[in-house]
């Protein structure tokens, strides 16, 4: 067999995509690969179909436990021989993986990396063939990474004390030349042939949101737009997690949550929940990810700003991993700034001045008015256009209006009010004394006698927040995290005293349908009722089989087939995605619910 029958028997695609095929061709040649590819990019078939046409095993090392039996049980059912050890396993099963390896009966074996410091695995090894190791999530490696993990270091001795060096093969999504770098010196290799595909995702639409005191509302009218659809709310601290969650909860959303204060068994219950499709949304921190392999995440919501832009499209890439249009949507508010620095001083290595310098770059993407396609791919090095055309910057248009008299009584407002009381409050007393509300807390401190009292009674509460939000965006006021008492910022001076102009810019949605989203390997589906009469099939399998639905078939898959309609069990192979075994397994039920779609059709 050549790989490409590989690729098409066991995997039902009929080509590679774009860098696939040169690993593919490095690793069956013997040299070591580095394959840096973006999340859905499709790095697992570069080791997958070499190990189906390597003797031996292919020892495939993964950080990631959770995700290692849903992997090896979508392989098996594509009639791959996989395996894993861990020790989620009971004894019997780990007995039985451990016989089939005795027997070459696996052809990939997937392990934690502390596995290898088992002296009795590492026995076994030394007993078999293993013609590559395979190196999943590589910059695990990296300490300038972000998930570094010590036993990633033990790779290096273990692939040098096998009898025979096997290719080594590494994987990640992660950008940075610095990364790569030392990805290539800690795992020893050799020579590697390196592939770097393009980072950008064109199936994931981006869009940052700015709904200053109301995000609670904004969420819920953007969770409002997509009731039908799974996805992600992440938050930035447990407490926020548990408010919107319950929050959504009384709004009759499907939701459940994510967070390493719940104890292990609800974490696992609750990823068990969104993954099975059993719950639509899930709010979480940033906790929740690593171990997820969901491929129908349709949104991923920000509910406050990640710490840096590596975070952010890592988080947000997790959307969309069917190919299949998906929305990134970061809804950010002053207040994220603060809530960033205080998780970032509070860090595990102590204060991070790279992690300010990088918070200063996430914070850029939050405010410009630029591409933000196109500022996440310059932040990674990498070409593009000006204007992609599809996310929320190139899609909406600017108004930029002068507030500088705004601004300037806002800022006398807080100077005054602090020169009459000696310290500091928060927004809403400003904005009542502001707007002459003449609340009883704003008469007992003596406010009303201010001369900015009342001095922009005629603006509406709405516009006013605005005007505090972008004065906050722009550094001419700043809120203390501790108290969140807002105090002028270093821009402040300028604008009361030196006459500096200020100016607003905010994005007036276009009129016209947004333009049709580029998508990937998905054939638009003809028909909406055959597609939900597959899905429908689907879940039922899923149901029956204990397993996540995308491991019977992904939804781009599913599409594909509405589109092609098959009548044959030849024609069913044709439909992408569709491989020898899955065809044998499920072929007769599928094209059972399409002839009866046909029927009632006519
Ligand atoms: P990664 O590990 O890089 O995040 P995966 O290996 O999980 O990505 O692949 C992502 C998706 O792309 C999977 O659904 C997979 O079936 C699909 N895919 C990978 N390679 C191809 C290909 N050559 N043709 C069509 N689909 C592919
Ligand atoms: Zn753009």
Same mark, same amino acid.
């Given at each position: ?16 995509? #774009? ?43 993964? #950080? ?9 049980? &979508? ?158 709310? +992440? ?143 310059? +932040? ?42 000696? +310290? ?35 603006? #509406?509460?709405?516009?006013? &927040? ?23 910022? #270093? ?41 939900? &009469? ?15 639905? +995308? ?11 509405? &589109? ?39």
């Amino acid at each position: 067999m050549d790989k490409l029958a590989v690729l098409k028997q066991y995997f039902g695609h009929d080509a590679f995509r #774009p860098g696939q095929e040169t690993l593919v061709d490095a690793a069956l040649s013997g040299r070591d690969v580095l394959g840096i590819m973006p999340t859905g990019g499709g790095k697992s078939l570069c080791y997958q179909v070499p190990a189906m046409l390597l003797p031996g095993v292919t020892l495939v090392i993964s #950080p990631l436990i959770s995700l290692m039996k849903d992997q090896v049980a &979508a392989l098996r059912s594509a009639g791959v021989p996989a395996a894993f050890l861990n020790s989620s396993q009971d004894l019997e099963e780990a007995r039985q993986v451990w016989g089939a390896v005795r027997r070459d009966r696996v052809r990939l074996l997937y392990v934690a990396p502390e596995r290898l410091e088992n002296a009795r695995f590492l026995e076994l090894m030394a007993s078999r063939e293993i013609r590559m190791v395979a190196v999943d999530e590589a910059h695990c490696i990296s300490q300038w990474g972000q998930d570094f993990r010590p036993s990633y270091l033990k790779i290096a001795d273990f692939v040098a004390s096998l009898p025979r060096r096997p290719v080594v093969a590494a994987f990640t999504a992660t950008a940075t030349a610095r990364v790569q770098e030392d990805i290539a010196l800690r795992l020893d290799l050799r020579d590697p042939v390196r592939v770097v595909t393009g980072f950008d995702r064109p199936n994931l639409f981006f869009d940052v949101r700015r709904p200053g005191r109301r995000k609670a509302a904004a969420l819920l009218s953007l969770l409002a737009e997509r009731r039908d659809r799974s996805g992600i709310v +992440y938050c930035a601290t447990r407490s926020a997690v548990e408010r919107v969650c319950e929050e959504l909860e009384a709004q009759g959303f499907s939701v459940t949550r994510y967070h390493a204060g719940l104890s292990e068994e609800e974490r696992r219950e609750n990823q068990d929940d969104f993954q099975f499709d059993r719950k639509q949304i899930m709010v979480a921190t940033n906790a929740f990810g690593m171990g997820i392999d969901k491929s129908n995440v349709s949104f991923v919501i920000h509910y406050n700003m990640p710490k840096n832009l590596e975070s952010y499209y890592q988080e947000a890439g997790r959307a969309g991993r069917d190919g299949e249009a998906a929305d990134c949507i970061l809804l950010y508010g002053p207040g994220d700034v603060a809530t960033a620095r205080v998780l970032l001083s509070r860090g595990d290595e102590g204060p991070d001045p790279q992690g300010m310098e990088r918070l200063e770059a996430m914070v850029d993407y939050c405010k410009t008015d630029e591409c933000l396609r196109g500022r996440i791919l310059s +932040y990674f090095g990498q070409p593009h256009p000006d204007r992609c055309g599809s996310c929320g910057n190139c899609q909406g248009l600017f108004s930029a209006a002068d507030i500088t008299v705004p601004a300037q009584m806002i800022l006398s407002c807080v100077k005054r009010v602090r020169d009459k009381l000696g +310290y500091y409050v928060g927004a809403s007393l400003i904005v009542q004394v502001l707007r002459g509300s003449g609340s009883r807390r704003v008469r007992a401190l003596g406010l009303d006698e201010l001369s900015t009292y009342g001095l922009m009674r005629e603006v #509406p509460r709405e516009q006013l &927040a605005a005007y505090l939000d972008c004065l906050e965006a722009k550094g001419y006021l700043c809120t203390e995290a501790e108290h969140s008492t807002l105090r002028p910022g #270093p821009g402040a001076g300028g604008v009361l005293f030196r006459g500096e102009r200020v100016s607003m810019t905010s994005r007036v949605e276009r009129q016209t349908a947004p333009p049709v989203r580029k998508q990937r390997d998905v054939p638009v589906a003809t028909d909406e009722g055959l597609l939900s &009469a597959l899905k429908a099939e689907r879940t039922r399998l899923a149901r029956q089989e204990g397993v996540p639905p +995308y491991i019977i078939f992904s939804n781009a898959a599913l599409a594909d087939m509405a &589109a092609k309609e098959p009548r044959t069990m030849e024609e069913f192979l044709e439909v992408s995605g569709v491989g020898r075994v899955k065809a044998q397994r499920y072929g007769e039920t599928f094209l059972a619910v399409v002839a009866a779609w046909a029927a009632s059709a006519e």
